[in-house]
């Protein structure tokens, strides 16, 4: 295991500063996803680590010692890729043996970790097949097995799911998460998705341009966004973000909105609209709603709650609570309040 701690660290590809003065703590033992939209510079952290894309500036401490400058063979890291990188003539076990002869690991070792690690990943029966007559799930499995026999410090993950379909995202997602808990080694996952992110990180470092935008828990960014981009790259649909005087806004999620011919009591937000569209997505629906003033809102709502149909005029509320307020930099100034601003929520459309 390993804790590995960025100091400072930028990088740039010529003239262009990717990224700048960044500080960051990876926790030893921990499941860190980073997590941003394409070009936002996770990748490049993530290389980094590696040794395969060295920083420009600062230092990379993993365990104390500094990497900065050290060459990948060197570091004690095994790295899984979006495209499994496996050899198509070698069966799996050749596969997964590959980096145990290169680094001249006895041939009794080797079989060893092999058998055990192919078993962890569930890849015992297929080790004398080929790649090509496995599925996508499988091939990424050997590509864990190839990794886990090293027995890193830490191991990277750069969006290892993406080329799965759905449903196979969704089980490997799981496969990861207990694997992770089984081998207690440091996971570095980067992706673009905020649901990898949301439901298999311990920690989330959420990134926009090269920055670091809120580090903490998925419960933590959820609840408490640090600011705008947050509150709406996290949760889908994004956070509805609405205008106040002065420069605040302030922020309702979808699934906190209620909607209801009639006005409830004990809302702080409430305002007339036009159901525009109506989802059925299994368990719930998914509404867009035209307000009064023009602007839309997306409401999300369990089916045996507020079921109301397409086209319906109705009203649009919120209690206190789950009202986030933003000031003009877009920075979260809390929720629930302060009561001046709560009276320009509710002072609307009345």
């Given at each position: 295991m390993a804790e590995i701690v960025f100091e400072k660290v930028g990088k740039s590809f010529g003239s262009t500063k990717v990224i700048e003065n960044l500080d960051l703590t990876i926790e030893d033992g921990k499941f860190t996803v980073l997590v941003g939209s394409s070009g936002c510079g996770k990748?490049?952290?993530?290389?980094?680590?590696?040794?395969?894309?060295?920083?420009?500036?600062?230092r990379i401490l993993m365990d104390g010692k500094d990497i900065t400058h050290q060459p990948p063979e060197k570091r004690d890291i095994a790295?899984?890729?979006?495209?499994?990188?496996?050899?198509?003539?070698?069966?799996?076990?050749?596969?997964?043996?590959?980096?145990?002869?290169?680094k001249k690991v006895p041939k009794e070792e080797r079989d060893r970790r092999i058998a055990e690690y192919a078993e962890i990943v569930g890849m015992t029966p297929y080790l004398d097949r080929k790649p090509s007559d496995l599925s996508g799930g499988q091939r990424q499995r050997i590509a864990l097995a190839r990794a886990m026999v090293k027995k890193p410090s830490v191991f990277l993950?750069?969006?290892?799911l993406s080329n799965l379909d759905a449903k196979l995202r969704a089980?490997?997602?799981?496969?990861?998460?207990?694997?992770?808990?089984?081998?207690?080694?440091?996971f570095v996952y980067v992706t673009h998705d905020q649901i990898e992110?949301?439901?298999?990180?311990?920690?989330?470092?959420?990134?926009?341009?090269?920055?670091?935008?809120?580090?903490?828990?998925?419960?933590?960014?959820?609840?408490?966004?640090?600011?705008i981009?947050?509150?709406?790259?996290?949760?889908?649909?994004?956070?509805?973000?609405?205008?106040?005087?002065?420069?605040?806004r302030f922020g309702v999620r979808p699934e906190s909105i209620r909607m209801s011919a009639e006005r409830m009591d004990g809302m702080a937000l409430y305002r007339r609209g036009?159901?525009?569209?109506?989802?059925?997505?299994?368990?719930?629906?998914?509404?867009?709603?035209?307000?009064?003033?023009?602007?839309?809102?997306?409401?999300?709502?369990?089916?045996?709650?507020?079921?109301?149909?397409?086209?319906?005029?109705?009203?649009?509320?919120?209690?206190?609570?789950?009202?986030?307020?933003?000031?003009?930099?877009?920075?979260?100034?809390?929720?629930?309040?302060?009561?001046?601003?709560?009276?320009?929520?509710?002072?609307?459309n009345e």
């Open positions: 990748t490049t952290l993530l290389r980094m680590i590696a040794g395969i894309g060295p920083a420009t500036s600062g790295m899984v890729f979006q495209n499994y990188a496996i050899y198509p003539t070698m069966s799996v076990r050749e596969n997964i043996e590959f980096g145990l002869k290169n993950m750069d969006e290892p089980a490997m997602r799981v496969e990861l998460i207990e694997l992770q808990r089984r081998l207690g080694t440091t992110a949301m439901s298999m990180a311990d920690t989330i470092v959420l990134m926009e341009k090269g920055q670091i935008q809120q580090i903490g828990s998925p419960e933590e960014i959820y609840h408490e966004p640090a600011n981009f947050s509150a709406q790259f996290i949760g889908t649909p994004p956070m509805n973000v609405l205008d106040l005087d002065g420069g605040v036009h159901v525009i569209t109506r989802e059925m997505l299994g368990a719930e629906l998914q509404y867009k709603v035209r307000l009064s003033d023009g602007k839309t809102l997306m409401v999300r709502s369990e089916n045996d709650r507020d079921d109301v149909e397409e086209s319906a005029d109705v009203w649009v509320m919120a209690p206190a609570r789950h009202l986030h307020f933003f000031d003009a930099d877009g920075r979260h100034i809390g929720h629930g309040g302060p009561e001046d601003l709560l009276k320009k929520v509710g002072g609307i």
